[in-house]
């Protein structure tokens, strides 16, 4: 019987892994790893007990899991990023709605020790303006793809105190589209003035990479029906490599014809058609404390923190046949945080669940926003449902609202505001499978 429930899991994680290989999220962190905690806002994510999501969100709460279980589900993001130029113009960077995949199993090995293996994207952005929207000097679209394979062991050390821990081998790839003025650069490089008075270039780099980490964590229960959990992971850097390629030259001139003349020597001089390139881009770590109390058969009361080490993302650097082509700031300041959740058992077939977080943006200096990444601090409002068909399997669907508020503007190089973001938005609808064998 074990064999055979091992078979159907590793079944489930293949297309589970298929799937997630294909997808492209919105957003650049992505906490949507269940479907089943979105609905209460991420609140006591792992701890909780009540899918196995905890083996992404602290490997120590496997222990709640008896003999062995599976899941898979998704997180479909949609995206409003509903912007407005001071000179009237409007543009909106949202992309396709994208579905975002999660696969776990958990094997109990004996009384003392368990095993779990989860499939995630964890972090993951797609944006898209048209290639002459007013600000594409912050970025004309953006894609990162990040798929995480996490095994991870636990240990029951006694009736109160479990420790788990894992290692991650991470796959991540990115296209970054961008417009950059080179007038000045022009200028330095040039002996004699140019007759110019604005050049600009479409810079696109697409590059992958593999790269690992690694997570642990630990729970207390110092009572039956109450659970505190603390879990880190530890950040990945990514020096990923592929293609760059810096075209759509775009200058205004005295003289007739003299961007054709321009392109061939910015050919020469490396500065235009097709290369190799190289960006670094880090996926922050990250410490979350959670707690779980079932005050009684009704009623669960949850709450978790999370910190975010983003002022690991202090500039992104692109290369390009081994020379810096371009620097963009980012000058980001770590994150945090806060959800408050409650589960109603209203019957033994239905559980509903409520849940609300409040999450600070990165953006330290609103100068440096981008387009690509906007970004703001966020309410998030959720609800959702479990439904117990039987004793061996479980279905989840959830709905959230993420909602930006305070500073969204755009700022242009010399200082001057460009225009806002009147929307910061996302609407996360989620659905997942529970089975246990």
Same mark, same amino acid.
């Given at each position: ?60 709460? +496997? ?207 490396? +500065? ?47 290369? !390009? ?16 945080? !806060? ?99």
């Amino acid at each position: 019987m074990q064999r055979a429930a091992f078979k159907v899991a590793l079944s489930a994680i293949a297309v589970a892994a298929a799937f997630a290989s294909t997808a492209h999220a919105a957003g650049f962190m992505l906490t949507e790893q269940s479907a089943g905690a979105l609905g209460r806002a991420y609140a006591g994510a792992g701890v909780d007990g009540t899918d196995l999501s905890g083996v992404y969100y602290n490997p120590a709460t +496997m222990v709640l899991h008896k003999g062995t279980a599976i899941q898979m589900g998704f997180v479909g993001i949609g995206l409003n990023l509903d912007y407005v130029g001071e000179d009237g113009t409007t543009a909106n960077g949202r992309n396709k709605s994208q579905a975002i995949p999660h696969g776990y199993i958990v094997h109990q090995i004996n009384d003392k020790a368990w095993f779990g293996l989860a499939m995630t994207v964890p972090f993951g952005m797609g944006t898209e303006y048209d290639n002459d929207w007013a600000g594409n000097e912050h970025g004309i679209s953006a894609t990162i793809l990040t798929f995480d394979l996490n095994p991870n062991f636990a240990f029951k050390l006694s009736e109160k105190f479990s420790v788990g821990f894992g290692a991650s081998i991470q796959y991540a790839s990115a296209d970054l589209k961008i417009r950059k003025n080179i007038t000045g650069e022009l200028a330095e490089k040039s002996p004699s003035p140019l007759p110019i008075t604005d050049a600009s270039v479409r810079s696109e780099i697409d590059a992958d990479s593999i790269a690992w980490g690694w997570n642990v964590g630990m729970m207390w229960s110092p009572l039956e029906n109450l659970r505190f959990g603390v879990s880190y992971r530890s950040k990945i850097t990514h020096d990923a490599e592929g293609d760059l390629s810096i075209d759509q030259l775009n200058v205004e001139s005295s003289i007739p014809g003299f961007d054709s003349i321009l392109a061939g020597q910015l050919e020469d001089m490396r +500065m235009y058609g097709d290369m190799t390139g190289a960006a670094t881009v880090t996926a922050p770590a990250w410490a979350m404390a959670s707690v779980a109390w079932d005050v009684n058969d009704l009623v669960s009361l949850y709450g978790t923190f999370r910190w975010t080490d983003w002022s690991s993302f202090d500039e992104l650097k692109i290369d !390009g046949d081994g020379v810096t082509k371009s620097t963009i700031p980012n000058k980001w300041r770590d994150t945090y945080l !806060g959800s408050l959740g409650m589960d109603l058992r209203l019957t033994d077939w239905w559980t509903l669940r409520g849940g609300i977080a409040y999450e600070s943006s990165p953006i330290a200096n609103p100068k440096y926003r981008t387009a690509i990444i906007p970004d703001a601090d966020r309410w998030w409002f959720a609800i959702g449902s479990s439904f117990k068909w039987s004793d061996n399997f479980q279905t989840d669907i959830s709905f959230a609202h993420l909602h930006g508020v305070h500073e969204r503007n755009i700022y242009a190089a010399d200082g001057s505001k460009e225009g806002r973001f009147r929307k910061l938005d996302a609407y996360l609808l989620g659905a997942q499978l529970v089975y246990k064998f």
